[in-house]
């Protein structure tokens, strides 16, 4: 089958992907009426059925988004037809494609009605993103789930800096999470990522080499932070799909 996106995605770049190589598109999760019926209509009955259990038509509608777009990235990469295409569920939820080549993995995140899909032929990976402006107390949240040298990273920074480092730290943490499959059971806690611009993980305790990883930094959408982990000397690409 001749790869081929709908039209309301036309405009969504789609590079050649190698080993080694990791694409992410980010954008509003907000379709006009015709795209979100098209996405809808290559959704299998028990997504469909899930759609229909939100119990607000939004969420509802933004799952029909993320979804029905994931389908059409990987039909499109895949060669295979978007509806066709099965998913199986990890242990702790992380979906995974049936039938696909074992070094083709993907994974999606949604907040505040922008979503990202990272796709890549790499061994794991995983794609956080957050709203930067959303309510949450720094200090509470930042002593439960970040590290100690995290924690000691943010401390003397200004207030919009440690908001910015904030969200840097904790959409680092859930790529890499989200990478393993694990859910929190891998504890936040046992690994150390970098709070400032640059993008890293300086510590994993038990068998992973750091050294290993990848993680890169990117902004999905004004106001909001991004973070892709994955395994492997991994060549990033992040693009916004403004005119979706
Ligand atoms: C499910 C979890 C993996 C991420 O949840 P989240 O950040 O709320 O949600 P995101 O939008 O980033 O990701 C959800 C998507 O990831 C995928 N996913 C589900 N379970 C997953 C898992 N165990 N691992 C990786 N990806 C998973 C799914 O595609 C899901 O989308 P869908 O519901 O439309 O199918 C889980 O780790 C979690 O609950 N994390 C919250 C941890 C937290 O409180 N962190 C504090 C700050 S570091």
């Given at each position: 089958?001749?790869?081929?996106?709908?039209?309301?995605?036309?405009?969504?770049?789609?590079?050649?992907?190698?080993?080694?190589?990791?694409?992410?598109?980010?954008?509003?999760?907000?379709?006009?009426?015709?795209?979100?019926?098209?996405?809808?209509?290559?959704?299998?009955?028990?997504?469909?059925?899930?759609?229909?259990?939100?119990?607000?038509?939004?969420?509802?509608?933004?799952f029909?988004?993320?979804?029905?777009?994931?389908?059409?990235?990987?039909?499109?990469?895949?060669?295979?037809?978007?509806?066709?295409?099965?998913?199986?569920?990890?242990?702790?939820?992380?979906?995974?494609?049936?039938?696909?080549?074992?070094?083709?993995?993907?994974?999606?995140?949604?907040?505040?009605?922008?979503?990202?899909?990272?796709?890549?032929?790499?061994?794991?990976?995983?794609v956080?993103?957050?709203?930067?402006?959303?309510?949450?107390?720094?200090?509470?949240?930042?002593?439960?789930?970040f590290?100690?040298?995290?924690?000691?990273?943010?401390?003397?920074?200004?207030?919009?800096?440690?908001?910015?480092?904030?969200?840097?730290?904790?959409?680092?943490?859930?790529?890499?999470?989200?990478?393993?499959?694990?859910?929190?059971?891998?504890?936040?806690?046992?690994?150390?990522?970098?709070?400032?611009?640059?993008a890293?993980?300086?510590?994993?305790?038990?068998?992973q080499?750091?050294?290993?990883?990848?993680?890169?930094?990117?902004?999905?959408?004004?106001?909001?932070?991004?973070?892709?982990?994955?395994?492997?000397?991994?060549?990033?690409?992040?693009?916004?799909?403004?005119?979706?």
């Amino acid at each position: 089958m001749e790869p081929k996106l709908p039209d309301f995605l036309n405009s969504a770049p789609c590079p050649e992907l190698d080993d080694g190589h990791v694409l992410v598109w980010s954008g509003s999760l907000d379709l006009a009426p015709q795209a979100l019926e098209t996405c809808a209509s290559i959704l299998s009955p028990d997504e469909l059925d899930r759609a229909a259990r939100f119990k607000f038509e939004q969420d509802s509608n933004h799952f029909v988004a993320a979804r029905g777009m994931l389908r059409f990235f990987l039909g499109f990469y895949t060669r295979c037809s978007p509806s066709e295409l099965e998913f199986t569920y990890g242990d702790k939820g992380k979906p995974e494609l049936i039938h696909a080549s074992d070094t083709l993995k993907f994974n999606v995140s949604h907040s505040h009605g922008i979503g990202a899909w990272a796709l890549g032929l790499v061994p794991l990976l995983g794609v956080d993103v957050e709203w930067t402006l959303r309510k949450v107390d720094l200090d509470r949240v930042g002593k439960r789930f970040f590290s100690e040298n995290e924690w000691a990273s943010l401390a003397n920074l200004s207030a919009a800096e440690r908001r910015a480092g904030f969200f840097n730290c904790w959409t680092r943490k859930e790529a890499f999470v989200k990478a393993l499959g694990d859910g929190l059971s891998f504890s936040l806690k046992a690994f150390d990522v970098s709070t400032g611009n640059e993008a890293e993980i300086t510590r994993i305790d038990g068998d992973q080499d750091p050294a290993k990883w990848a993680l890169h930094a990117f902004e999905p959408w004004a106001t909001y932070a991004g973070a892709l982990a994955a395994v492997g000397q991994v060549q990033f690409h992040h693009f916004v799909l403004t005119d979706v």
